[in-house]
């Protein structure tokens, strides 16, 4: 299983961006039962979970409520962020994480996001 990630970039403050995030190898099953998260690490900072996605439910950082959303699709295998109203505190390399029902971590290699003021 792989993950890889895409749509990262440099977006001026108040834009937005869509992070995609693609379990390659990956059986539906597996996917399905999986949880999936999108962390963030800033250079300097700790590193955040941004937010979480499960079969039941969605969470998020109190930081981005309200402006990023986490969806999946598991007929594509993948893990989206959309990401509204960013803010220069935004800026960050972005990773996806999915943690398996059997306890299988998977990471990607991060995308980074830079916002501008």
């Known amino acids: 299983v792989r993950l890889v990630e895409s749509g990262g970039g440099l977006v001026q403050a108040g834009g937005s961006l869509r992070l995609s995030c693609k379990a390659s190898?990956?059986?539906?099953?597996?996917?399905?039962?999986?949880?999936m998260e999108w962390h963030r690490q800033a250079p300097g900072k700790q590193g955040e979970v941004v937010a979480g996605i499960t079969s039941a439910d969605t969470n998020y950082a109190e930081s981005v409520k309200g402006r990023f959303t986490i969806t999946r699709d598991k007929n594509r295998r993948t893990v989206d962020l959309q990401m509204n109203s960013l803010m220069v505190e935004d800026t960050a390399v972005y990773y996806c994480h999915i943690v398996t029902t059997t306890t299988r971590h998977y990471w990607g290699q991060g995308t980074q996001v830079t916002v501008s003021s």
């Open positions: 190898g990956m059986i539906l099953s597996e996917f399905s039962g999986a949880a």
